[in-house]
């Protein structure tokens, strides 16, 4: 049964850093591109970035570009999402989820990705 678990998230002070962690099962992750995401109270989900299967390109939102880095460790089949300089407003759950077609390039709408993990949540404040 194909499984995402999300881990790293906690309350941090604005310019901290935390490293976000989805862990895959029933599934090799590298064959699909992952996405993470994000929703923020009374807001829409949002996309934060992705990578692809295979070669691993990766693409962000604006609002996270140069602060935020993701990357994939195919032999423990994990993306993890490194956060730098963060910010109260990446205040959020986040989630990573898996694209439903083999082998599909990035992009960061949320109705391509059909595996979803239960998300984890992300605090910044003083």
């Known amino acids: 049964q194909l499984q995402l678990v999300e881990s790293g998230g906690g309350l941090v002070q604005p310019g901290g850093s935390l490293r976000l962690s989805c862990a895959a099962s029933?599934?090799?992750?590298?064959?699909?591109?992952i996405g993470w995401f994000r929703q923020a109270p009374g807001k829409e989900r949002e996309g934060v970035s992705c990578i692809s299967s295979r070669v691993g390109s990766t693409i962000y939102a604006d609002s996270v570009k140069g602060r935020f880095t993701i990357s994939r460790d195919n032999a423990k089949n994990t993306v993890y999402l490194q956060m730098n300089s963060l910010k109260p407003e990446d205040t959020a759950v986040y989630y990573c989820?898996?694209?439903?077609?083999?082998?599909?390039?990035?992009?960061?709408?949320?109705?391509?990705?059909?595996?979803w993990g239960q998300g984890t949540q992300v605090t910044v404040s003083s």
């Open positions: 989820a898996a694209d439903g077609i083999l082998f599909r390039r990035c992009v960061l709408s949320a109705a391509d990705f059909t595996s």
């Open positions: 029933g599934f090799t992750l590298d064959y699909y591109a």
